[in-house]
Nanobody
Framework: QVQLVESGGGLVQAGDSLTLSCAASGRTFSTYGVGWFRQAPGKEREFVAA????????YYADSVKGRFTISRDNAKNTVYLQMNSLKSEDTAVYYC?????????????????WGQGTQVTVSS
């Protein structure tokens, strides 16, 4: 069982940077792949980025590639999402999710554990 808590959201201006954190409980967090997703009002939840459990291979949605960076510190049981050059279209509630497998996926339904989300608002 893993519990996830996101933090770091807020209100920023276009072009600013923000770093989200996803803190996990449980001694085996290093064995979980982690993804970041976001959901804007009236839209479906969409994939943002993912990182594998051990080798730390990363994957990104085309819309954030080159601007966002996902990373993890297994010693701290934390996964980060560094967001640079933020745009108004990045406004959403951001969620982290975990799954205990070696493969990555951009499908929300295949993640077993979810945090409560953190709001990111980018004003233009």
């Amino acid at each position: 069982q893993v519990q996830l808590v996101e933090s770091g959201g807020g209100l920023v201006q276009a072009g600013d940077s923000l770093t989200l954190s996803c803190a996990a409980s449980g001694r085996t967090f290093s064995t979980y792949g982690v993804g970041w997703f976001r959901q804007a009002p009236g839209k479906e939840r969409e994939f943002v980025a993912a990182i594998t459990k051990s080798s730390g291979i990363t994957y990104y949605a085309d819309s954030v590639k080159g601007r966002f960076t996902i990373s993890r510190d297994n010693a701290k049981n934390t996964v980060y999402l560094q967001m640079n050059s933020l745009k108004s279209e990045d406004t959403a509630v951001y969620y982290c999710a975990a799954r205990p497998t070696t493969t990555w996926t951009n499908r929300p339904s295949l993640y077993d554990y979810w945090g409560q989300g953190t709001q990111v608002t980018v004003s233009s």
